[in-house]
């Protein structure tokens, strides 16, 4: 409908469009890559340019009419490793207490009642196709107790053969689609494959501009109702994020993000201590933070902002 209406448009594919994609244009380097090697095997591919520090892409041209681009980026391949491998890792503590559970019973274990439980587990925590499992069957002793009639003991306990099963846990976190990604533009929209990666980032920023307001500085839910009070509401929510891009601009340009001084980190600092003011006498003012260490000061003054630690001139 948009091709139809004479616009334009750049978007994303998915998970299974990009598995399409990667069977017609076949990149065999990803199958060898891993987090230790991945950006200095993209770095030898000849159909890939650098865009960024961490992102590369690769225009492959026409593909069902549309300009088509493949990116990887080794940062967010890193990450979608690490994650996964944090889920196998807690999936491999769950398998290990359910076994210590499997060879308390009493009773013969049914496989079938395992099977769903190992299977849920593995869903719930989006496994699917990196873990496999085998069920090992086993024939234990474990003391029972048995009610008999005229007894004047409650129960008597004896020993028999119990059947159950263990859990044995297999992993592959390995995935061709970790860290890659893949834009598609209109017929005709002229852009070039770096146009498109740039285009993209820019409405990436927008996405994450609405992402940040809604859910680190509290654009909603608000609980004012006149139109007057919903306005300032928003517009204060979009001061407060465009003092945090400047920020992260300022952190970039002064190089203060090579000594470990990212946005988050400053913001954590800065909570950490509350700017007073001070009266000397009933002329004199002057401003501190409470509790700053050497290194924020030192930052702020690298930032040009020592002005906010001194008191304003009189009116």
């Keep these: 409908a948009v091709e139809q209406a004479g616009y334009h448009y750049l978007t994303g594919l998915k998970a299974p469009q990009i598995e399409n994609l990667l069977t017609i244009y076949p990149q065999k380097w990803l199958d060898e890559i891993n987090t230790e090697t991945a950006e200095t095997t993209i770095s030898r591919q000849k159909k890939w340019e650098r865009f960024d520090e961490t992102g590369f892409f690769s225009d492959i041209g026409i593909v069902n009419e549309r300009k088509t681009i493949l990116l990887f980026d080794v940062v967010r391949y890193k990450l979608a490793v690490a994650s996964r491998q944090a889920r196998i890792d807690a999936f491999r503590e769950w398998a290990q207490k359910h076994n210590e559970w499997l060879a308390s019973f009493k009773k013969d274990a049914f496989k079938s009642a395992i099977e769903n439980d190992v299977n849920a587990e593995i869903e719930r925590r989006h496994l699917g196709g990196f873990v496999t499992y085998e069920l090992h069957e086993y024939i234990t002793e474990n003391e029972t107790f048995q009610r008999r009639k005229d007894n004047p003991y409650p129960s008597q306990g004896y020993m028999r053969q119990v059947k159950s099963f263990q859990v044995v846990i297999h992993d592959n976190n390995r995935s ?15 852009l070039t494959g770096a146009e498109m990666v740039l285009a993209y980032r820019q409405k990436f920023l927008i996405e994450s501009a609405f992402r940040e307001m809604k859910s680190i500085l509290k654009l909603r839910p608000w609980f004012v109702y006149k139109d007057a009070h919903i306005r300032a509401h928003y517009t204060i929510c979009v001061l407060a994020y465009a003092l945090e891009r400047v920020l992260d601009l300022m952190l970039e340009e002064k190089k203060c993000k090579s000594d470990g001084w990212t946005l988050g980190r400053l913001k954590e600092e800065l909570r950490e201590n509350r700017l007073v003011e001070l009266r000397l006498g009933e002329s004199q003012r002057r401003r501190i933070l409470q509790k700053a260490p ?22």
């Design 294 to 315: 050497g290194e924020l000061m030192d930052l702020l003054k690298r930032l040009g902002l020592q002005a906010c630690l001194k008191a304003p001139a009189s009116p």
């Design 176 to 190: 061709h689609l970790d860290g890659i990604f893949a834009l598609i533009t209109s017929p005709g929209s002229g």
